[in-house]
């Protein structure tokens, strides 16, 4: 019987079918969601750390507004993801316990520090253009509660990076010399860490071959970092700035840039606990997870009392 389903459950994938939370799945199709779509949650609740830390300081009642609204806009999307999660029979407590813990991971790419306001306008062009590169296919994975929650996220993510582009071209523009080596600071820090977000290479994942059988991801991690590169070379060069990479050239007969080597190294490393800032990060999540305990108690009060009056 159990040969049957996983025969039906094959060919409904092969047909480019969706499976939604109450069919039957395999567990390991379903364990390999929990894992991406609670990381990717994750990975947009402590997405929210680095450009908080400029919510004081925007240089403009404009600029902070727009900041206040994408924050806000990643926090939407960690809600909408915890959710699909959930579908597939993990609760939100437990989710959060594994990041609070350090068992579940979240994108590399949040353990850098923002140490200027460049870095604001450079996380929004570089760090949610790659999330776009990387969640437009996710907007067809075959788990549709996962796809229905990316068509959302993706119609933000694209205010997301065109806000931070437009900053910066405020700055290149109408800056002093002084604002455009911000922007370039900026660049030169955040280029090869955001062509990390993609994951390791497609020859070292371990997940990719299986993930791109069942259709949940639609591309491998080397081919959305190639699309990235393909596309912001070009923008770098409209803003004015240089992209750290020596090696970075045209390829007529590829019809793509190569780029330079990528320091794996570096990557393991932060991905393993030992970068800038997850010490700080996870802090923060833990704390913010302390200070709320008042608050979830005295909703789940309320909702007992709510309760209570409506049964007498
Ligand atoms: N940071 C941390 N861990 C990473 C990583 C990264 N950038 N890239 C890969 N990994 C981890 C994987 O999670 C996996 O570890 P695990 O088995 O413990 O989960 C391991 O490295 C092997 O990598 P694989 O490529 O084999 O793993 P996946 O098939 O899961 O591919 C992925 C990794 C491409 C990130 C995929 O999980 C994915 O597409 N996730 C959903 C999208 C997402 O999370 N994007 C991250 C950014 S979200 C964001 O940027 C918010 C925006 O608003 C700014």
């Not at 926090?75 to 609760?91: C, D, I, K, P």
């Not at 907007?139 to 694209?158: Q, W």
């Not at 020859?203 to 699309?227: C, F, P, Y």
Request: charged share 25%.
């Amino acid at each position: 019987h159990q040969q049957q389903l996983m025969a039906r459950f094959d060919a409904r994938i092969d047909d480019g079918g969706f499976i939604e939370a109450k069919d039957w799945m395999p567990d390991h199709y379903r364990r390999t969601l929990i894992r991406q779509i609670s990381q990717h949650a994750h990975s947009e609740i402590v997405g929210m750390l680095p450009e908080g830390n400029w919510v004081t300081r925007a240089p403009t009642l404009k600029r902070k507004a727009i900041l206040l609204a994408k924050i806000q806009d990643e926090g939407g999307h960690g809600l909408y993801l915890y959710a699909a999660a959930e579908t597939l029979g993990r609760s939100r407590d437990e989710l959060l316990a594994d990041l609070h813990s350090g068992k579940a991971k979240y994108s590399s790419i949040f353990n850098y520090p923002t140490l200027t306001w460049a870095d604001v306008g450079v996380i929004g062009w570089l760090v949610d253009g790659a999330a776009i590169m990387n969640q437009v296919p996710l907007c067809r994975c075959s788990y549709a509660p996962y796809a229905r929650a990316m068509v959302r996220i993706c119609r933000e993510e694209s205010f997301h990076q065109r806000q931070g582009y437009d900053a910066l071209l405020a700055m290149m523009q109408q800056g002093t010399d002084a604002q455009r080596a911000l922007v370039q600071d900026a660049v030169n820090r955040w280029w090869w860490p955001c062509l990390m977000m993609f994951g390791p290479p497609d020859a070292e994942s371990v997940h990719t071959a299986q993930s791109m059988r069942w259709g949940i991801k639609r591309n491998s991690n080397d081919e959305l970092r190639q699309k990235f590169v393909d596309a912001t070379v070009q923008q770098a060069q409209v803003l004015g700035v240089s992209l750290p990479d020596p090696e970075l050239t045209w390829n007529e007969t590829r019809q793509h840039w190569d780029f330079g080597a990528i320091d794996w190294e570096e990557f393991w490393r932060v991905v393993g606990g030992d970068g800038p800032c997850n010490a700080e990060r996870l802090a923060a999540r833990v704390k913010a997870w302390d200070d709320g305990a008042w608050v979830r108690e005295a909703a789940l009060a309320h909702a007992a009392k709510e309760q209570a009056r409506q049964t007498q």
